[in-house]
């Protein structure tokens, strides 16, 4: 089975900072791994993904995230906040097509953009 | 382009009751998805249609049933409704595989059982 633990469940960061929100898997095979976004009263919106290929993925918004096999981490960063990032992050992960089209989700990060 | 249209968007119902939420996906989309979002057990996966047939299922009891018609528009259907159903429901739609084009969300449903 898979799972996926996100440190923090509230991140508070000042406009300008760096935003890192760290996200950890378990999954028994090669993940798929994903960022989503989430504001208020809305539905999520695909900031970034890792499929194959290139570990550093860059995402929209000024968002990446880099995979780390042995670390099992899939964290998210971004150089500079802006007001407008405060929001709740949800990191994701599929363990392929074997699965389906199915994402297991951690539990999510809200952030807060401090001015 | 039009987004995926969920309705409603809110929604009071009574337990025991039962409802039926609607999930319109983006044109061309053959697959939709349905999940569950609480404050209590966060994001969880319901349910998958392609091509009108259940490719995938979560763990949710069978009060929860849903359905994928010719033009991919997709429903669900949770019965004998409980307190504990009160939840956002979200549904997502992708071309084929989420790994090639990932998920396009919608805004959701949000479902409240008094």
């Known amino acids: 089975a898979q799972s996926v633990t996100q440190l923090g469940s509230h991140v508070s960061v000042s406009e300008g900072a760096l935003v890192l929100l760290r996200c950890n898997y378990s999954s028994s095979v090669p993940p798929y791994l994903f960022w989503y976004v989430q504001y208020p009263n809305q539905g999520l919106q695909l900031l970034l993904k890792y499929t194959t290929g290139a570990t550093l993925v860059k995402g929209i918004n000024g968002f990446e995230a880099e995979f780390k096999k042995s670390e099992t981490s899939f964290h998210l960063t971004k150089p500079s906040a802006h007001m407008s990032d405060a929001a709740e992050y949800f990191c994701?992960?599929?363990?392929?097509?074997?699965?389906?089209?199915?994402?297991?989700f951690g539990g999510g990060t809200r952030v807060l953009v401090k001015p | 382009k039009a987004g995926v249209t969920q309705t409603p968007r809110y929604l009071i119902k009574t337990r025991g009751q039962q409802v039926t939420l609607s999930c319109s996906p983006i044109s061309g989309h053959r697959s939709v998805s349905w999940y569950q979002q609480t404050p209590g057990q966060g994001l969880q996966f319901l349910f998958e249609?392609?091509?009108?047939?259940?490719?995938n299922k979560g763990n949710f009891p069978g009060r929860f049933s849903g359905r994928q018609f010719s033009n991919s528009r997709s429903e669900m259907n949770v019965s004998t409704l409980e307190l504990g159903d009160s939840a956002l429901y979200l549904c997502?739609?992708?071309?084929?595989?989420?790994?090639?084009?990932?998920?396009?969300f919608g805004s959701g449903t949000r479902l409240t059982v008094v």
């Open positions: 997502a739609s992708s071309r084929d595989g989420l790994f090639n084009y990932g998920y396009t």
């Open positions: 994701a992960v599929s363990d392929g097509k074997a699965a389906g089209n199915k994402l297991t």
């Open positions: 249609y392609f091509s009108e047939t259940q490719r």
